[in-house]
């Protein structure tokens, strides 16, 4: 391995000794070995020398090791062998005119059925980890090109090109410089819009879509191989030699096992590592557009808004004495007091009707919802969002500010309307005992479809079962952790491993088996009453892709575990048969997050609208989403989440059919009509 030190100017060895001495810090206090300098200047040439990003993109990097399995190579024994004998991916003896290195994916010998995700990374970044051992490779960066020429949808795998995106941009210490997919068949077109509308901007000006003579115009016809129209001959065995003499370890010097996470959502390297750096006068990551994960970005930003967030609550309760107003959060608390409104709306006499109806003059059928997305593009959706969140609130929150139940509200600036709000059932009417921070929230055409609630609290847990046992629940959504980024987000409610079992209140949780799936996790509980000693089957499933205060980078993880929770439910009506009196489509289903209003709103609009669009051919997002919020406050916390909403219906479009092609183009343009 070729020696950094001589290749580095006074500052960034500076800058490298920073984020090694803070790195080596936290891994001193696991137990783990010192990382070394040549592996440390990779990660900080990978972000330009900045201490914060490179601290972000090391934490991302051993999470998304762990959680694909690429810590251990074993190229010379199956899977791996073969894998890399198909000669699928390859990084080539040459450069581009800037130096960069060049890495091709021949689409036509990836075969999803045959290769696993985690073999086809294994492959990918066995052979990557070797090309970063150039120091030229590091400087430079890689240019990645998706050979498609000759290939087949059966050679085609959304999520595998999602992922290699993800980790190629977001989760590997080396600079993407640009990725050219050659020869794309139109069958991959119409994918591939709604595919780089999920990836950030600074990526998607990255990408390009061409034709094997435009290929020259990108990468000089003297660094390409003959089969991509250049003059240098292919010689993958060659370049899989030198990987085994290269690599003999296996195991790269990228990845110490010995200090990874126990668990891919702790957080605690980027935590600490930005504490540390705080305590060190350095300033958070500037508003700019950055190459960092959006959790790094999410975290800061949720540090901000929560110091921001518990000024305003302050506000408000110097007012309360005074003013009677229904409890906002912040932003809206200043905007309703700018319009001067005092007094709460009442619900809407014909609300029950229009749901009943389940259409308004506001849907759209397919078309004119991909004209609606051409004419308004993303900003247009966030000043749409922005119109719909500047609202009044439509209802009051006296049950859940009365002084016995403030304990029983994770937030305290994310309560429940006392319209819609879920009762206990107790021997007295006094609402200091019937409260929980639950609301019904209708489905389309369907009354008290869902519980959107928060994530329960320690003290709130008999409360939460008595409501699932009370409500006849069969199925719980949970999209959140337990922790995310070292904060507590949900207590642990639920007895978590195989054949363990609590006790809360009046109810014993047995845990009769789990299932562990690479998006989501789903739990088989056997709820029981200790009064009477009946027991009933309870499915918890569990989304464990969904970043906190943002969106997953592709809806395709979301929609699949959309399909999984419909299935689930019909599976337990099935088993309760005739025992079941009620809407056709069962009990409510309980679903929740945090606050129980961000990701809860989205997976319940996206659900909605799913049914409405399979029943009538036709969608409303925005009368979906203002129904929501009528019920739960606040529902669809960001203006992320209302545009994912939009291009995951899209996404469901086209993966059942309903759509052939969608052109989407100038959607992210600056100078779209939404200016």
């Given at each position: 391995?070729?020696?950094?030190a001589?290749?580095?100017?006074?500052?960034?060895?500076?800058?490298?000794?920073e984020?090694?001495?803070?790195?080596?810090?936290l891994?001193?206090?696991?137990?783990?070995?010192?990382?070394?300098w040549n592996?440390?200047?990779k990660?900080?040439m990978?972000?330009?020398?900045?201490v914060?990003?490179?601290l972000?993109?090391?934490e991302?990097h051993?999470i998304?090791r762990?959680?694909?399995?690429?810590i251990?190579?074993?190229?010379?024994?199956?899977?791996?062998?073969?894998?890399?004998?198909t000669?699928k991916?390859?990084?080539?003896?040459?450069?581009?005119?800037?130096?960069?290195a060049?890495?091709?994916f021949?689409?036509?010998?990836?075969?999803?059925?045959?290769s696993?995700?985690q073999?086809?990374?294994q492959?990918?970044?066995?052979?990557?980890?070797?090309?970063?051992?150039?120091?030229d490779t590091?400087?430079c960066?890689?240019i990645?090109?998706?050979?498609?020429?000759?290939?087949?949808?059966?050679n085609?795998?959304?999520?595998?090109?999602?992922?290699?995106?993800s980790l190629l941009?977001?989760?590997?210490p080396a600079?993407?410089?640009?990725?050219?997919?050659?020869?794309?068949?139109?069958?991959?077109?119409a994918?591939?819009?709604?595919?780089?509308?999920?990836?950030?901007?600074?990526?998607?000006?990255r990408?390009f879509?061409?034709?094997?003579?435009?290929?020259?115009?990108?990468?000089?016809?003297?660094?390409?191989?003959?089969?991509?129209?250049?003059?240098i001959?292919?010689?993958h065995?060659a370049?899989?030699?030198?990987?085994?003499?290269s690599?003999?370890?296996?195991?790269?010097?990228l990845?110490?096992?010995?200090s990874?996470?126990?668990?891919?959502?702790?957080?605690?390297?980027?935590?600490?590592?930005?504490?540390?750096?705080?305590?060190?006068g350095?300033?958070p990551?500037?508003?700019?557009?950055?190459?960092?994960p959006?959790?790094?970005?999410?975290?800061?930003?949720?540090k901000?808004?929560?110091?921001k967030?518990?000024?305003e609550v302050?506000?408000?309760?110097?007012?309360?004495?005074?003013?009677?107003?229904?409890?906002?959060?912040?932003?809206?608390?200043l905007l309703?007091?700018r319009?001067?409104?005092?007094?709460?709306?009442?619900?809407?006499a014909?609300?029950?009707?229009?749901l009943?109806?389940?259409?308004?003059?506001?849907d759209?059928?397919l078309?004119?919802?991909?004209?609606?997305?051409?004419?308004l593009g993303r900003?247009?959706?966030?000043?749409?969002?922005?119109?719909i969140?500047?609202?009044?609130?439509?209802?009051?929150?006296?049950?859940?500010?009365?002084?016995?139940?403030?304990?029983?509200?994770?937030?305290?600036?994310?309560?429940?309307?006392?319209?819609?709000?879920?009762?206990?059932?107790?021997?007295?009417d006094d609402?200091?005992?019937?409260?929980?921070?639950?609301?019904?929230?209708?489905?389309?055409?369907?009354?008290?479809?869902?519980i959107?609630?928060?994530?329960?609290?320690?003290?709130?847990?008999?409360?939460?079962?008595?409501m699932?046992w009370?409500?006849?629940?069969?199925l719980?959504v949970m999209?959140?952790r337990?922790?995310?980024?070292s904060?507590?987000?949900?207590?642990?409610?639920w007895?978590?491993q195989k054949?363990?079992?609590?006790?809360y209140?009046?109810?014993h949780?047995?845990?009769?088996?789990?299932?562990h799936?690479?998006?989501?996790v789903?739990?088989q509980?056997?709820?029981?009453?200790?009064?009477?000693?009946i027991s009933?089957v309870?499915?918890?499933?569990?989304?464990i892709?969904?970043?906190d205060?943002?969106?997953?980078?592709?809806?395709?993880?979301?929609?699949?575990f959309?399909?999984?929770?419909?299935?689930?439910?019909?599976?337990?009506?099935?088993?309760?048969g005739?025992?079941?009196k009620?809407?056709?489509?069962?009990?409510?289903?309980?679903?929740?997050?945090s606050?129980?209003i961000g990701?809860?709103g989205t997976f319940?609009?996206?659900?909605?609208?799913?049914?409405?669009?399979?029943?009538?051919?036709?969608?409303?997002?925005?009368?979906?989403v203002?129904r929501?919020?009528?019920?739960?406050?606040?529902?669809?916390?960001?203006?992320d989440q209302?545009?994912?909403?939009?291009?995951?219906?899209?996404?469901y479009?086209l993966?059942?059919g309903?759509?052939?092609?969608?052109?989407l183009?100038?959607?992210?343009?600056?100078d779209?009509?939404?200016e």
């Amino acid at each position: 391995m070729e020696d950094m030190a001589s290749h580095l100017t006074s500052r960034e060895e500076q800058a490298v000794k920073e984020f090694i001495e803070t790195v080596n810090d936290l891994r001193l206090r696991r137990n783990a070995g010192p990382l070394s300098w040549n592996t440390a200047v990779k990660f900080m040439m990978a972000r330009k020398f900045d201490v914060h990003r490179a601290l972000a993109l090391y934490e991302v990097h051993e999470i998304t090791r762990v959680r694909e399995g690429l810590i251990r190579f074993d190229p010379i024994n199956e899977p791996l062998k073969s894998e890399l004998e198909t000669g699928k991916f390859t990084v080539l003896p040459t450069r581009d005119s800037t130096g960069a290195a060049i890495a091709i994916f021949t689409a036509n010998k990836h075969f999803p059925i045959a290769s696993s995700h985690q073999v086809t990374l294994q492959g990918l970044v066995y052979q990557l980890d070797v090309s970063l051992h150039s120091v030229d490779t590091q400087r430079c960066g890689i240019i990645f090109i998706y050979n498609m020429i000759g290939s087949k949808y059966v050679n085609f795998d959304y999520e595998l090109c999602q992922k290699i995106l993800s980790l190629l941009k977001g989760a590997y210490p080396a600079r993407l410089k640009k990725v050219l997919i050659v020869a794309a068949p139109l069958w991959f077109k119409a994918p591939f819009k709604i595919l780089r509308l999920f990836v950030r901007e600074k990526l998607r000006e990255r990408v390009f879509m061409v034709n094997v003579p435009q290929l020259s115009l990108h990468v000089p016809i003297a660094s390409l191989p003959r089969e991509l129209g250049g003059i240098i001959p292919l010689d993958h065995n060659a370049w899989i030699l030198h990987c085994l003499k290269s690599n003999t370890n296996c195991n790269g010097d990228l990845c110490d096992i010995s200090s990874l996470p126990t668990s891919p959502s702790s957080g605690m390297i980027l935590y600490q590592a930005y504490e540390v750096l705080m305590q060190n006068g350095n300033s958070p990551l500037s508003d700019g557009e950055t190459d960092e994960p959006e959790d790094f970005t999410s975290f800061v930003h949720e540090k901000h808004n929560s110091e921001k967030r518990e000024k305003e609550v302050e506000v408000l309760k110097q007012k309360q004495d005074t003013v009677q107003s229904p409890c906002l959060s912040g932003p809206d608390i200043l905007l309703e007091e700018r319009n001067g409104i005092n007094d709460p709306i009442l619900p809407s006499a014909n609300y029950e009707e229009d749901l009943l109806e389940g259409g308004t003059k506001t849907d759209m059928t397919l078309e004119e919802f991909i004209q609606h997305l051409c004419k308004l593009g993303r900003k247009g959706l966030y000043e749409e969002y922005a119109d719909i969140k500047s609202k009044s609130l439509e209802g009051t929150f006296n049950i859940a500010r009365l002084k016995h139940n403030q304990p029983k509200n994770r937030y305290s600036d994310v309560l429940c309307y006392d319209h819609s709000r879920v009762k206990l059932m107790f021997p007295s009417d006094d609402p200091s005992q019937d409260y929980i921070n639950a609301n019904y929230v209708d489905g389309f055409q369907q009354k008290n479809a869902f519980i959107s609630t928060q994530g329960p609290l320690p003290k709130t847990f008999p409360d939460f079962w008595q409501m699932v046992w009370e409500q006849e629940v069969l199925l719980i959504v949970m999209t959140t952790r337990t922790i995310e980024r070292s904060r507590a987000k949900c207590g642990q409610y639920w007895p978590k491993q195989k054949e363990s079992s609590a006790e809360y209140g009046e109810f014993h949780i047995f845990n009769n088996g789990v299932e562990h799936f690479k998006d989501y996790v789903v739990t088989q509980l056997v709820l029981t009453n200790l009064k009477t000693d009946i027991s009933r089957v309870v499915v918890h499933m569990q989304f464990i892709s969904w970043p906190d205060y943002g969106v997953p980078h592709s809806a395709l993880a979301m929609l699949t575990f959309c399909d999984k929770v419909r299935e689930q439910q019909v599976q337990a009506l099935q088993v309760l048969g005739s025992e079941w009196k009620g809407h056709p489509l069962g009990p409510p289903i309980i679903v929740h997050c945090s606050a129980g209003i961000g990701r809860t709103g989205t997976f319940i609009t996206l659900d909605s609208s799913i049914q409405q669009l399979e029943a009538t051919g036709t969608i409303n997002v925005r009368g979906t989403v203002e129904r929501i919020r009528f019920q739960r406050a606040h529902s669809i916390q960001m203006p992320d989440q209302y545009v994912f909403c939009h291009l995951a219906l899209l996404e469901y479009a086209l993966s059942r059919g309903l759509l052939q092609d969608v052109d989407l183009s100038g959607f992210d343009d600056s100078d779209s009509e939404s200016e």
